[in-house]
């Protein structure tokens, strides 16, 4: 079974731009997250969706960062315009459900801001 | 609230065992356990719900003082595939979301 798919992996881009994230979660998984993971730290989430729902987007800088999951299934998660602090690995997630059930974690894209 | 983890970083030799500690000031329902090897994804360990209950997985084992709002993680006789940083995720409610420590690098060696 494949697990949570992400890409890109990698992306280096120039401040002001705007970047775009896309996540695939394990099939049949109602929960998808988004976390930011900036180094030597912990995951920080972003966002959790339960379906096509948002039930918690209080750490989402809202000024810049957007997401979305579609149909219930597939996650873009974009930030315009980038800033140098944006820097990080941002991880997709994905559970059963909400309460209590394991995470599978994507590889993750190591975003650089130049 | 982060819950605060302890060490911060261990070396271990093969056969040593460790304890990784994580605490939080607020209650809890639940602890989370991961571990991520360098630039890998973070992958599960065990959950431990309110109620004291202590969960094995292979060699690693973990406890959940519910009073003490804390939990422990035990590696005994450790492999070098154990070597990573351990994350714990606190929830204090069966919908709320998880929030992780800074994590516990272990690093096991011959």
């Known amino acids: 079974e494949a697990g949570v798919v992400q890409s890109p992996r990698y992306k280096i881009i120039e401040k002001k731009q705007p970047v775009a994230f896309w996540c695939n979660p394990i099939?049949?998984?109602?929960?998808l997250y988004w976390y930011r993971q900036n180094l030597g730290q912990g995951p920080e989430l972003l966002i959790r969706?339960?379906?096509?729902?948002?039930?918690?987007d209080s750490q989402l800088p809202k000024d810049r960062f957007s997401a979305e999951r579609l149909k219930g299934v597939d996650s873009t998660l974009k930030i315009q315009p980038a800033e140098l602090g944006d820097s990080a690995v941002y991880l997709c997630?994905?559970?059963?459900?909400?309460?209590?059930?394991?995470?599978?974690f994507g590889q993750g894209t190591r975003l650089t801001v130049v | 609230q982060q819950p605060v983890q302890s060490p911060q970083a261990v070396i271990l030799r093969e056969g040593e065992d460790a304890v990784i500690n994580c605490s939080s000031s607020?209650?809890?329902?639940?602890v989370h356990w991961y571990r991520q090897k360098h630039g890998e994804a973070p992958v599960f360990l065990m959950i431990?719900?309110?109620?004291?209950e202590q969960k094995g997985h292979e060699k690693i084992s973990a406890s959940f003082n519910e009073k003490k709002q804390q939990s422990s993680l035990y590696l005994t006789a450790s492999q070098l595939s154990y070597s990573g940083t351990y994350f714990c995720?606190?929830?204090?409610?069966?919908?709320?979301?998880?929030?992780f420590g800074t994590g516990t690098k272990l690093q096991v060696i011959p």
């Open positions: 997630a994905s559970s059963l459900s909400m309460t209590n059930t394991e995470a599978f």
């Open positions: 099939s049949g998984h109602n929960t």
């Open positions: 969706y339960e379906n096509e729902e948002a039930v918690d």
């Open positions: 607020k209650a809890l329902y639940s």
């Open positions: 431990l719900l309110k109620g004291g």
């Open positions: 995720g606190t929830n204090s409610g069966g919908y709320q979301k998880v929030t």
